[in-house]
């Protein structure tokens, strides 16, 4: 059974940093590009960041280009993001999820391309 579960989500001040991890089980992720997503409340999911199978090739939303930094160990199937310089704005629910239609980056994040969406982790950015 494939599941993915993110962890590292909490509450930070604005300007402060958190680590968020997508631990994948039942599924390799030498294969398929990973993304980060997020749902703000009543907003529309937001294609954050995503990583290539193959190390090296990444993709950034401008809104948090320059902020955020996308990663991943294969020998513990885990994908990270590292969020730095948080703002207010970035409050939302966190999602990872993997692109069962391609093993590269594209140039924007489509939510219909991926699967195995875990069940989220709270990001809260007080001011």
């Known amino acids: 059974q494939v599941q993915f579960v993110e962890s590292g989500g909490g509450l930070v001040q604005s300007g402060g940093s958190l680590r968020l991890s997508c631990a994948a089980s039942?599924?390799?992720?030498?294969?398929?590009?990973i993304g980060w997503f997020r749902q703000a409340p009543g907003k529309e999911l937001d294609g954050l960041s995503c990583i290539s199978a193959s190390v090296g090739d990444t993709y950034y939303a401008d809104s948090v280009k320059g902020r955020f930094s996308i990663s991943k160990d294969n020998s513990k199937n885990t994908v990270y993001l590292q969020m730095n310089s948080l703002k207010p704005e970035d409050t939302a629910i966190y999602y990872c999820?993997?692109?069962?239609?391609?093993?590269?980056?594209?140039?924007?994040?489509?939510?219909?391309?991926?699967?195995?969406w875990g069940q989220g982790t709270q990001v809260t950015v007080s001011s």
């Open positions: 039942g599924f390799s992720l030498d294969y398929y590009a």
């Open positions: 999820a993997a692109n069962l239609m391609r093993a590269g980056v594209a140039s924007q994040m489509l939510a219909y391309e991926y699967s195995y």
